[in-house]
Every structure is written in structure tokens, then in C-alpha cells.
């Protein structure tokens, strides 16, 4: 059930939040409502895919206890940490890296991997997997102490704002808020303008820009001798995915956030206008936040002992960047991505890139065009792809630059580009402190104002949901 | 920042005022669609199909939609855009709608169906039957349609013609309403609706008369000899000016459609039907002339003009005609664009069994046509439906 469905707008949300106050006098019954809500939330898309989740729940409840009682005999830890550390990856391996793994070597020696490839990923698999991780992890070095009520622990590895994408959790910042938060009405209200913000960055920015991409991105797929692609095509694909990847991962994260928020929760910032960076190292201090703290925390700190060597550090930078690639897809092209992050971060730190001399414009530049580069890799299905994008994003194949599809895709979208680069830079909340920052008549126009305009844009939301998934002949079939 | 939490709590208590209101006004008036398609479930349907419903229902279907949409089409005439849903529909320059596509048309998969009519036809022609294919027009009409050059059009018109290739291959039988619209006397732009994906019942009357032609000079069968079905003159037309928004019409909304003249046409002579069909696992009769058995005035009401011809597309439908039981029987597979065809033929049959395979995959056609001794098949389908789900019959 994504958050931008009309299911979920219409009946989920307001039936989840409208119990939930309902029961205001119990957290005990506030959580368990939550679990039940997530649930329902994660069986939506496919209802045998709870099991996953109830095995998942259950085993690692388990796990964490064990390693607890273990300590409390001083007995070590270790192996039950190691083993279900194992147990964990191998079911996201099975899940989510077995199935493009089998049709690689089922198309080489031309065998039926059907079986295999026919498996789906349970819904945020890599997400519960990363959140469990961090729970084991900090149990076991006991940075926080162990909830021992299951609601809560389910609770903090289904709640449903987190499921589908959002900042990645570590277990010792949200332990103590599941089962002691208070909800407050302020909270409730900067919950809602949130949410309905990533709402709209992924309704009316994202999914549009991803239909441009989409097509691109698969014209190119098919170039040859059924379609030529222009180069000037391909960089506006291009403009377009990098802007819904932000769009998208940004809103998903706003989204978590203010559904958070709604129901006590407060999680850390994941995004802060990436695209204004000044570095490769100053975006990725802005982008995905918790997914590189998450990182550091979990996989290169324990890798990295005192006094490593240099070498030994540039290692391990490589290879939590290729762990970084391969935790968004299978395929050879994320692991080049996240090869190329580390290498641009080790040049950065290895010129001290931070102190050159380089104007502010030519830095941004810098910083889009090998983002803009990453996000080619991101994007392409395999190396095939990747090359033929390129060769169309630099006119080596023969395919020309002008291209009259670009200028019409500028033509008949040219507010959502210029929104969604707008919205990729902190205009909007600078505009907002000028606005605020003295109490004058301003301050209460805005006061005015600021509903009004998040109405309009809900309005807005709706309208377009409605349009994609509107069915006039519902009740018949007229075709 | 005591102006911005203000400002958050208007709009919180604005949300949650009118999300409550919506939300439960939206379920009341949705019930009963919730509760029609649950019926309509094959029994022992899994939890996935009741949740697959259920998300259907709910995303497809709410509350003030058409108003909804009207607002969604005239911000998209606000910005003068030529596409609507993200190219799903794309605007030409007279004002006609078509669907979008940036993709090359393929037609390999059309040898398979031509070869499954040809199996069709070889069972029925052992059993003295001859079948037709007809083959109704694209929306995009290569000699008069006119979009701007950069907008991805949709031209299926490689897909009739490789269709009708393979099926001159496998030595079937086809009429091309393409020739016989270019060959008539209709101008171009009364082919087709502008807001619709069907031709107008004008040239769905004109590939009528031409089918009674290929009858009579092709099987010896004459069912019009006296030219007297044949002419418009023994047809009342009443016509509905600017006030038909078709199948593209609805969806894009009529502020960037537009609106279309939609004419009527009906017999001036007597006629006499009784019309079953199944709806929704339902089975209806309607027994009357023309207008009350074969016009469903329901959709004449609610604007879905097309559609009044026979119900529009539903699974399975059989008309008697009470006036003569000399005529041939007849069998149509076929989609929407056969139906004001088949209600020009109905005087002239006996009997005619109408199925859209699209609309149940459960019904075997084999079976069915096993069934009955037809006198005459014709398979009938616009371009954009020669698809699987169209021709799952004789598929060895």
C-alpha cells in the first residue's frame, strides 16, 4: 500500500491516527494498535509476505534475549551475535540478490531459473534487515539496554511509516521513544504539514519525473536498430531522474518523518539539499543521512582498528561503498556506483578538496556532473545499458544531439522541472524565515497564508492521484 | 517560530476536519461499488483477490471525481499542454485525441493470432461455415490525422497491416475498414469521435453496408438483395450535438477534449428482438423493437452514447430476431466497435452470439462454437486489441 494511494489517504491513515488518540490512555494499547495497523500495512501488497515478517520478528526477539542472557552469565556473545547476524543476510540474500544472481547464470548455461526468479522480495526487506542488524549490534555492545516487551520490538521493526522507505533507524535512538514518547498536539500538527509535503514532492514532482526518466532511460535501453535516442534526450532523462531520485527518497523520508511525528515519534533528518553541496564529502553529509551513519556504525567501524594503516583505511572505505551499492540492487552497475563514491571521496580527502582553492560555482558543478555520473550507473539495468547511455549522452552513436521529443517533454513540463530544482534548493525555507524572522505584518500574512497553500497543494495531491488511477468505466467495460 | 507552529495548526486542524468528512462520505457513497465488485468475485476467491479488489476499488473510484478530473483537465489547458496523464493521451491539431506512445510498434506477436484465426476458421469451414476477419480503423489515420511532429504518437496502423499480411498467408478472409471508409462517401473527420477511440456509428454503418456486400459478391449470400437495409434513407437519426466525451474523452476531462456531435442512428421499419446478455455474472432479457431490445438507455442517459448499442462490452450476448427466422445465425467475436455493426445486421440474422473473450477468460470458445452450427463467423478487432487477452482460442 504506498502512502501516495488513495487507500491509504482516505482509510488507512485516518482510521490508524483517529484509534490511536482514541486510546490516548494506554501507550500499551497505542503500540499495540501501531503493530496491528503495520501489520495490515505490510500484508497489504502480498498477505503471505507476513510470515516473513512474523519469522523475522520472532527469531530476532529471540536472538536478542540470548545474547542478553549470555552476557548476564558473562558468558561470550559473540557467536549468537555472529550467527544471526549470518541468518539475517542470508534471508535478504535469498530474497532480494538470489533471484537477478540465478537469471545471470541461468542465461549463461542456458538453464530454467524460473523457480529461483520467480521469488519476490517480502516489502522493505532491506530496511528490516538493516533495522534488526542495529538492534542485535547494540544490544550486544550493549550501547542501550535491551526492551524486552515483543510489542515493542515488533513495533520497532514494522512500523509502518518506515516500511517503504524513509531514514534507516538504529535501534538505540527509538528504543526508549516506543515505550515512553508523548504525543503533543504541536507534534501532531508539524507531523501532518510534513507528511503532506513528501506527499507532495513524490506526487506531483517524482512520479512525473520519473515517467520522463522511465522513458529515456528504456528508449535508450532499446537504441539500435529500432530507435535512435538524441544526445540532447538523454541529458533531459537524465535532469529528470536526478531529480526524482531526490524528490522521491527526500519525500519518503518526509513522509516517515511526519507519519513519525504524528504518532510521537521523532526521527533524524535524512536529507539537507544534497544538490547545493559543495563536495562529493559535503553531499554525502547531506543525502541519505542515516544510511551512511548507519554504514559507519555497523560496518566501518568494526572493520577499522587503531593505528590502520592508510591503505587499510581506503580499503575499507571501498569496500563499505561497494556494500552501499549492492544493499540498492544486485547488478554490477550499483556496485561501480558505489566504486565510484569511494573513489571520489578518497580524492577528496587525499587533495584535501575541502581547502582548495575553487570558486562556490564551479564546486556545484563539480559535485552535479560526478553525482549526475553516479546516478547514470544508478539508474542503467547492466553495463549493456550503460554503455549505450552514454554513447547517447555524448553523441557517439551516431545519434545526433538535437532532438524535437526533449524540447517537447521541456514544453509540456517545464513547472515540474522548474519546481522540482527549485524544491531541491532551501528557497522555500529561507523564504519562509525572511518571512518570519520579524514579527510584522508579513509574519501574519504568512500565518494566513501557509494553510491555505498546503490545502491548495493538497488539493492538488488529490487531484492528480484521482487522474492516474481514475476509471471512468469502473462499471463498464467498454472497450 | 510561534507564527509557524500557528500556521501548522490551522492547517492540521484544516486537514483533519476535512480528511474526517471526505473520508467518511467517500465510504458511504463507494459502498455499494465496494460491495458490487465483491459479489462479483468467482466464488472461493483468495484474500488476494478480495485485497486486489479493494485496492482497485479504492484508488479507482472516489468521491467528486469528475470534478476532480475537470479541474486536472483545465490546469492542463492553463498550461496549453497537448498530452494529458503523463502522455497517456496526447491532443492533435484538429482537436483529436489519441493515445501516447514513445515506443517503437511491434508486430511479431500478430503471426500467432492470425494462425489461431486461421485454426478458427479451418474448424468452422469443416462444418460449411465461412469466417471474416474485419479489421476496424487505428485512432491515427496515416493520411488524416494531424499532431504536432514532436508528440509520441501512437500509430497502429503496422499492427492491422501485419495482421491482415498473416492472414492473407493463412488464406483468410478480411475486410479492411480502412479501404471502405477511404472508398466511401464520409468525410475523413466523420470516421472517428475526436474524444473516443471507436468510429462513429456513421462509418460503423458504412463497414455494415460494405460487409453485406462482401456477402453477397464473395458467399453468395444475400441478405440485403433488395438494397432496402442497406439504405440510410430507412434510418432515423437523431443527433446529440457537442455532447459526447468517449473513452479519452473521460479521462483526460472535457475542458482539454472537448466535446463531440454524436448521431444516432436507429431502423424507420419494424423490427422485433428479444436480447440476452450476461453482466457482471447477471443474465438479462429485454424483449422489444430495436430501440427497447438492442439500445441500452441507461448509457444514452448518462452520456456513454457508444455504448447504448448493445450494451457495450460485455462477456456474452445473443439476439433473436421475432420478425424472420430465415436468416443466417450468426457468431461475432469481436470488441466494442462490432456493436452498432451487429445491430444493423440483426434485422437480416436470425440469431447472432456475440462474445468479447477479453471480458472472460473462462469462456472456451472451442467449446462453445462446438455447441451451435453457426452459418457465418467474423472475428472483428481495432488494432490497439489484437492482443493475448483477445485471441485465447484455438491456440493449438
Known amino acids: 500500500m504506498p502512502y501516495s494511494s488513495l487507500l491509504f489517504i482516505l482509510y488507512f491513515l485516518p482510521i490508524t491516527a483517529g484509534v490511536y488518540y482514541l486510546l490516548r490512555f494506554s501507550q500499551r494499547f497505542q503500540n499495540v494498535w501501531l503493530l496491528l495497523a503495520s501489520f495490515i500495512f505490510y500484508a497489504w501488497s502480498k498477505p503471505v509476505h507476513i510470515i516473513f515478517l512474523l519469522v523475522s520478528i520472532a527469531a530476532n526477539y529471540c536472538l536478542g534475549l540470548v545474547i542478553v542472557r549470555r552476557q548476564q552469565k558473562e558468558v561470550s556473545a559473540k557467536p549468537v551475535l555472529t550467527a544471526a547476524c549470518v541468518f539475517n543476510l542470508v534471508l535478504l540474500f535469498i530474497y532480494n540478490y538470489l533471484s537477478p544472481l540465478a537469471a545471470g547464470i541461468g542465461s549463461f548455461f542456458s538453464l530454467d531459473t524460473t523457480a529461483v526468479t520467480s521469488i519476490l522480495a517480502p516489502l522493505g526487506i532491506v530496511l528490516i534487515t538493516m533495522h534488526v542488524i542495529s538492534y542485535l549490534v547494540d544490544i550486544y555492545r550493549q550501547d542501550v539496554k535491551m526492551d524486552t516487551n515483543p510489542v515493542n520490538f515488533a513495533l520497532y521493526i514494522s512500523f509502518f511509516p518506515l516500511l517503504l522507505g524513509g531514514p534507516i533507524l538504529q535501534y538505540g535512538d527509538v528504543v526508549r521513544q516506543i515505550g515512553h514518547r508523548k504525543t503533543m498536539w504541536g507534534d501532531f500538527s508539524q507531523g501532518v504539514c510534513r507528511f503532506v509535503v513528501g506527499l507532495g514532492k513524490i506526487v506531483l514532482i517524482a512520479d512525473a519525473m520519473g515517467l520522463i526518466a522511465d522513458h529515456v532511460f528504456s528508449l535508450s535501453a532499446m537504441s539500435g536498430s529500432l530507435t535512435s535516442v538524441p544526445a540532447a534526450l538523454t541529458w533531459v532523462g537524465l535532469i529528470a531522474f536526478t531529480l526524482q531520485i531526490y524528490h522521491t527518497l527526500s519525500g519518503y523520508t518526509d513522509i516517515a518523518l511526519g507519519l513519525g511525528r504524528m504518532f510521537g515519534f521523532r526521527y533524524r533528518e535524512n536529507f539537507n539539499y544534497p544538490y547545493i553541496a559543495l563536495s562529493i564529502t559535503d553531499f554525502w553529509s547531506r543525502w541519505y543521512t542515516s544510511l551512511l551513519s548507519w554504514f559507519h556504525n555497523y560496518v566501518l567501524d568494526p572493520l577499522t582498528v587503531r593505528n590502520s594503516s592508510h591503505d587499510r583505511l581506503v580499503r575499507n572505505m571501498f569496500l563499505m561503498w561497494m556494500l552501499i551499492g549492492l544493499m540498492f540492487g544486485g547488478g554490477w552497475t550499483f556496485l561501480l556506483w558505489g566504486i565510484l563514491n569511494a573513489a571520489l571521496l578518497v580524492f577528496e580527502r587525499v587533495t584535501e578538496f575541502d581547502d582548495l582553492s575553487i570558486s562556490r560555482i564551479v564546486r556545484r558543478i563539480y559535485v552535479l556532473v560526478f553525482m549526475m555520473l553516479g546516478w547514470v550507473l544508478f539508474r542503467t539495468a547492466d553495463l549493456y545499458q550503460l554503455s549505450v547511455f552514454v554513447g547517447n549522452f555524448i553523441g557517439a552513436n551516431g545519434n545526433g544531439f538535437f532532438s524535437d521529443t526533449a524540447f517537447m517533454i521541456i514544453r509540456e513540463y517545464w513547472i515540474v522541472f522548474l519546481a522540482g530544482i527549485v524544491f531541491s534548493t532551501p528557497a522555500a525555507p529561507k523564504l519562509r524565515m525572511l518571512l518570519i524572522s520579524k514579527n510584522n505584518g508579513w509574519t501574519r500574512i504568512y500565518t494566513v497564508i501557509y494553510p491555505l497553500l498546503m490545502g491548495a497543494m493538497l488539493l492538488l495531491i488529490l487531484i492528480f492521484l484521482v487522474r492516474s488511477g481514475y476509471d471512468p468505466f469502473l462499471n463498464d467495460n467498454l472497450l | ?396
Open chain 2, 1 to 396: 517560530m510561534n507564527f509557524t507552529r500557528r500556521a501548522q495548526s490551522f492547517f492540521a486542524i484544516l486537514f483533519i476536519v476535512m480528511s474526517a468528512i471526505f473520508s467518511i462520505l467517500n465510504f458511504i457513497t463507494r459502498l455499494p461499488l465496494f460491495q458490487s465488485k465483491l459479489r462479483q468475485l468467482p466464488e472461493g476467491s483468495g484474500l488476494n483477490n478480495v485485497v486486489g479488489m479493494v485496492d482497485y476499488v479504492a484508488n479507482s473510484s472516489i468521491l467528486g471525481e469528475e470534478k476532480l478530473i475537470y479541474t486536472h483537465s483545465q490546469l492542463e489547458v492553463l498550461f496549453r499542454k497537448k498530452e494529458s496523464g503523463g502522455f497517456e493521451i496526447i491532443k492533435g491539431n484538429n482537436g483529436e485525441l489519441g493515445y501516447g506512445n514513445f515506443y517503437p510498434i511491434l508486430t511479431g506477436h500478430t503471426e500467432e493470432y492470425a494462425l489461431r484465426v486461421s485454426r478458427f476458421r479451418d474448424y468452422e469451414s469443416s462444418r460449411g461455415c465461412p469466417l471474416i476477419f474485419i479489421n476496424a480503423i487505428d485512432l491515427y489515420d496515416r493520411e488524416n490525422s494531424s499532431y504536432a511532429a514532436d508528440l509520441p504518437i501512437n500509430d497502429q496502423n503496422a499492427i492491422s497491416d501485419a495482421m491482415l499480411f498473416y492472414l492473407q498467408s493463412y488464406d483468410v478472409d478480411y475486410l479492411d475498414s480502412r479501404k471502405v471508409l477511404k472508398d466511401s462517401a464520409l468525410q475523413p473527420e466523420a470516421y472517428r469521435y475526436n474524444t473516443d477511440i471507436h468510429w462513429t456509428v456513421e462509418a460503423s454503418f458504412q463497414v455494415f453496408a460494405a460487409l453485406i456486400e462482401k456477402l453477397s459478391l464473395g458467399y453468395d449470400l444475400e441478405l440485403d438483395p433488395d438494397y432496402f437495409y442497406r439504405n440510410p434513407d430507412n434510418y432515423s437519426k437523431t443527433a446529440y450535438l457537442q455532447s459526447y466525451a468517449g473513452i479519452l474523452g473521460q479521462r483526460s476531462g472535457t475542458p482539454f477534449s472537448g466535446w463531440d456531435d454524436f448521431l444516432f442512428i436507429e431502423p424507420d421499419f419494424q423490427t422485433r428482438f428479444t436480447f440476452e446478455y450476461r453482466k457482471d455474472n447477471i443474465d438479462y432479457t429485454v424483449t422489444g423493437d430495436f430501440n427497447e431490445a438492442l439500445i441500452n438507455h441507461s448509457y444514452l442517459d448518462n452520456g456513454n452514447l457508444y455504448a447504448s448499442y448493445l450494451s457495450g462490452q460485455t462477456p456474452w450476448k445473443r439476439i433473436y430476431n421475432e420478425l424472420s427466422q430465415d436468416g443466417p445465425r450468426l457468431l461475432f467475436v469481436c470488441d466494442t466497435f462490432a456493436m452498432p455493426l451487429i445491430s444493423f445486421l440483426a434485422p437480416m440474422a436470425s440469431e447472432i452470439h456475440v462474445i468479447c473473450p477479453s471480458a472472460d477468460r473462462t469462456l472456451d470458445l472451442e467449446e462453445y462454437v462446438m455447441a451451435f452450427d453457426f452459418d457465418f463467423v467474423f472475428v472483428e478487432y481495432y488494432p490497439g486489441n489484437i492482443t493475448e487477452d483477445r485471441f485465447h482460442f484455438f491456440t493449438e
